[in-house]
């Protein structure tokens, strides 16, 4: 069974910074693409920064300069640093991976972690 587990969020005060790390386990044949979004109350969740590749990233713009997205193929893992931190970017933060579980598998699969809280404190 696959896991994603997330960790690194926490309080912070606006212009600091944190560091999420995302890592899945289970039996996984190849990660394709992982990703971060984002839920604050009362909104819809968003996407905040995905990745294929190192030179394969996408960012949404309000995190564009401040948040890098990386990944660590041989531990599973997504990373999300997070910099200059604003108490708009206060939300709950979810990892997600689609992946192959199977070689065999036509379909890709996709998962979401658990979210981790980030507060930024004015």
């Known amino acids: 069974q696959v896991q994603l587990m997330e960790s690194g969020g926490g309080l912070v005060q606006a212009g600091g910074s944190l560091r999420l790390s995302c890592a899945a386990s289970g039996t996984i044949f190849s990660i394709n693409a992982m990703a971060w979004y984002r839920q604050a109350p009362g909104k819809q969740r968003e996407l905040v920064a995905g990745i294929v590749s190192s030179r394969n990233t996408n960012y949404a713009d309000s995190v564009k300069g401040r948040f890098t997205i990386s990944r660590d193929n041989a531990k599973n893992t997504v990373y999300l640093q997070m910099n200059s931190l604003k108490p708009e970017d206060t939300a709950v933060y979810y990892c997600?991976?689609?992946?192959?579980?199977?070689?065999?598998?036509?379909?890709?699969?996709?998962?979401w972690g658990q979210g981790t809280q980030v507060t930024v404190s004015s």
């Open positions: 997600n991976a689609v992946m192959r579980v199977r070689w065999s598998d036509r379909e890709l699969s996709n998962y």
